[in-house]
């Protein structure tokens, strides 16, 4: 079974940028969808992020034009650039293959404030 560490989250300014890595256990990986969700206190978890195996992204209409989203198949990690940061970004990032019965790593904490 495919597991992921997110990591790369903290504390950052309004306005300021961050880089969210994921690496996945197992090669297999290049071959999936990949998305990055996030989820604040007393929110449902959402995706805000995703990357086709062959590069093709999407993004929620909360993040277009300031996260990026991308992968490094040789080294089985994704990643998640994110740029302007607000306060409403604050949530504790997670990767995974969307709409699958994978398990959910621990996460990564981003909290934007100032």
């Known amino acids: 079974q495919v597991q992921f560490v997110e990591s790369g989250g903290g504390l950052v300014q309004p306005g300021g940028s961050l880089r969210l890595s994921c690496a996945a256990s197992?090669?297999?990986?290049?071959?999936?969808?990949m998305g990055w969700f996030r989820q604040a206190p007393g929110k449902q978890r959402e995706l805000v992020a995703r990357?086709?195996?062959?590069?093709?992204?999407n993004y929620a209409d909360s993040v277009k034009g300031r996260f990026t989203i991308s992968r490094d198949n040789g080294k089985n990690t994704v990643y998640l650039q994110m740029n302007s940061l607000k306060p409403e970004d604050t949530a504790v990032y997670f990767c995974?293959?969307?709409?699958?019965?994978?398990?959910w790593g621990q996460g990564t904490q981003v909290t934007v404030s100032s």
């Open positions: 995974n293959v969307p709409n699958s019965s994978i398990g």
């Open positions: 197992r090669s297999i990986f290049r071959f999936y969808t």
């Open positions: 990357i086709t195996s062959g590069g093709i992204t």
